[in-house]
């Protein structure tokens, strides 16, 4: 399948096999911890009673630390569908803005080939990827080679996590929840813009904190990265 | 708890809503004209998001993870090198949170 999509028509679509190889690379560290982050998820997927091939494929169609760990906490309540939808929609709706910012970087590429990569589509994959393009080589094909590693650390470690006989506490166990938001920490300075950042980047910080505290945590994401887009666009800022 | 055609019927939904919403974007941008409002909103909320995302995720996790999160911001900065700054901040966390518990309560 991968083959298929980063083959054809090269000279248009930059799908080519050494942006595959560069991302895949790059990308190796994160077998590793997305591996162990999935241990985490596995262990707790077996604590919910989930059996495995659900605890596999619940990784695999959803793919998102952070939207997963959210429906974990929900499950022993079983709450509604809907509210479960909601809460992935405001876990993850930081991808539709990725998305987005992907299509200016591919726009030559055709749909029928970027679509089934954005499957794959993670927050340390788009940072990898958008500095690369930054760094004057934009490649469809390096956010695949990126996604590999990445799927397979975060299914892998899921399973092994099920299969593993160990139990979601101790100090390994909370180191391992700090890597979905450690990568995020570590590649965020690549979209740093100087000191125009300041004051958006200080607005999002301060109102997703008001609102996790005074409101709710599963929006406050958007709503405070809302606020400083709003600044960002009202001062004219260039990307 | 869910039953298991419950639980095989939230996943499939769940992923589907989480691929809308990779897709989506992507497609939604084709829309918009390249220099309009909404495409400059679309390129400079990744950022701000993030930003948010991290802020309220440090909030929410104590000074361990801002321990190692420092730590790898720090290691990234020197070595450039994602592999070097996670493992780092991995440490830390774990190190910070086995330290946290030694600690006599009360």
Sequence with gaps: MLMGIIAADPARTP?????????FLAALPFLFSNGISGIVIGVAYRGLGLDL????LFSIAVYSGTAQAVILGMWPTTPSLVAMMLACVATNARYLFMGAHLRHLFDAVPRRRML???????DASWFMTVAEAEAGRRSPAYLLGCSVPMVTGWVGGTVL???L?????????????FLPLGFIVTLLPTQWRGGRSWLPWSASAVVSI????????TWSMLVGGLAGTAISVARNDAY | MPTERDT????????????????????????????????RILKLAPGNLFVAFTAVGLWHSGWPVLAGSLCSLVIMKL???????????????ALADLATRSLPSG
């Design chain 1, 161 to 163: 996590g099920y299969l």
């Design chain 1, 15 to 23: 799908l080519t096999l050494g942006g595959f190889r560069r991302g």
């Design chain 2, 8 to 39: 095989l019927l939230i996943i499939c939904v769940l992923g589907c809503v989480s691929y809308s919403l990779r897709a989506g974007g992507y497609i939604a941008a084709s829309l918009f004209p390249a220099n309009g409002i909404w495409a």
């Design chain 1, 53 to 56: 091939p659900m605890a596999a």
């Design chain 1, 210 to 217: 008001v609102v996790a505290i005074k409101l709710d945590s």
């Design chain 1, 116 to 122: 089934p990569i954005l499957y794959f589509l993670a």
């Design chain 1, 165 to 177: 006989p160990m139990k979601p506490q101790g100090a390994l166990a909370v180191a391992a929840t």
């Design chain 2, 79 to 93: 070595t450039q090198r994602e592999w070097a700054a996670l493992g780092v901040g991995f440490a830390v966390v």
